[in-house]
């Protein structure tokens, strides 16, 4: 895979709307490439879930404090990606799977799937609050896929496709995209290569008609 850098997004634009011609496929990061967080660092999200749970916790007579939750997460995620590095090369993790151990840990039997859903729900919530389109980004995201590109949207992120589809619709463009792949889901990720290979098996691409922005 040929890598292309571009300073200026007015660059960047001029050259894949030139490349685009000749790709059936355009590809994009989703973070920091169509959405661009209010923030510096996406890991101070964390902390108000956490904070939404001690509530909880406190609301059911558990003494739970913020920062206890908080060092539970890390330490329930930091576990699965080591677990996952045991068969993959990617040391990825997966929202669903060590939040649900985070509430068994602190609720016992009341951390059912309605509880999941319920702290899920808020942890996207906050994320959206974060979240800003790069307009000139998404602008050119919607014309490729009004022309008949297929458009898909890739992330290496704890996130699963289909909460990061709750966060694409949120910012206007979930229409426009045939597809979202996120590492959660394989544990394959862009960053060792291994998750551009598994898009380009399962949408039958041809590497010199995709596109990677």
Same mark, same amino acid.
């Given at each position: 895979?040929?890598?292309?850098? =571009?300073?200026?997004?007015?660059?960047?634009?001029?050259?894949?709307?030139?490349?685009?011609?000749?790709?059936?496929?355009?590809?994009?990061?989703?973070?920091?490439?169509?959405?661009? $967080?209010?923030?510096?660092?996406?890991?101070?999200?964390?902390?108000?879930?956490? $904070?939404?749970?001690?509530?909880?916790?406190?609301?059911?007579?558990?003494?739970?404090?913020?920062?206890?939750?908080?060092?539970?997460?890390?330490?329930?995620?930091?576990?699965?990606?080591?677990?996952?590095?045991? %068969?993959?090369?990617?040391?990825?993790? $997966?929202?669903?799977?060590?939040?649900?151990?985070?509430?068994?840990?602190? =609720?016992?039997?009341?951390?059912?799937?309605?509880?999941?859903?319920?702290?899920?729900?808020?942890?996207?919530?906050?994320?959206? %609050?974060?979240?800003?389109?790069?307009?000139?980004?998404?602008?050119?995201?919607?014309?490729?896929?009004?022309?008949?590109? $297929?458009?898909?949207?890739?992330?290496?992120?704890?996130?699963?496709?289909?909460?990061?589809?709750?966060?694409?619709?949120?910012?206007?463009?979930?229409?426009?995209?045939?597809?979202?792949?996120?590492?959660?889901?394989?544990?394959?990720?862009?960053? %060792?290569?291994?998750?551009?290979?598994?898009?380009?098996?399962?949408?039958?691409?041809?590497?010199?008609?995709?596109?990677?922005?």
């Amino acid at each position: 895979m040929t890598w292309q850098i =571009f300073y200026t997004l007015d660059r960047l634009l001029a050259a894949g709307e030139q490349l685009a011609e000749q790709c059936d496929t355009v590809s994009f990061d989703l973070f920091d490439t169509l959405l661009v $967080r209010r923030l510096h660092d996406p890991d101070l999200l964390k902390p108000a879930t956490s $904070r939404f749970i001690a509530a909880k916790a406190h609301s059911m007579g558990l003494s739970w404090t913020w920062p206890m939750v908080q060092q539970l997460r890390d330490k329930l995620e930091s576990e699965q990606r080591q677990e996952t590095s045991q %068969s993959f090369e990617d040391h990825e993790a $997966r929202y669903p799977d060590f939040m649900r151990r985070v509430l068994q840990e602190i =609720f016992a039997d009341h951390a059912d799937d309605a509880l999941l859903d319920e702290v899920t729900d808020y942890e996207l919530q906050v994320e959206n %609050s974060m979240l800003v389109p790069r307009d000139k980004l998404v602008c050119w995201l919607k014309a490729l896929h009004a022309t008949g590109k $297929r458009v898909l949207v890739l992330s290496d992120i704890y996130l699963p496709a289909d909460h990061l589809q709750h966060l694409i619709a949120a910012a206007g463009f979930l229409d426009s995209v045939d597809a979202v792949v996120s590492s959660a889901d394989t544990f394959l990720a862009k960053a %060792s290569g291994k998750g551009f290979a598994l898009v380009l098996d399962r949408y039958g691409l041809q590497c010199d008609r995709w596109l990677h922005v």
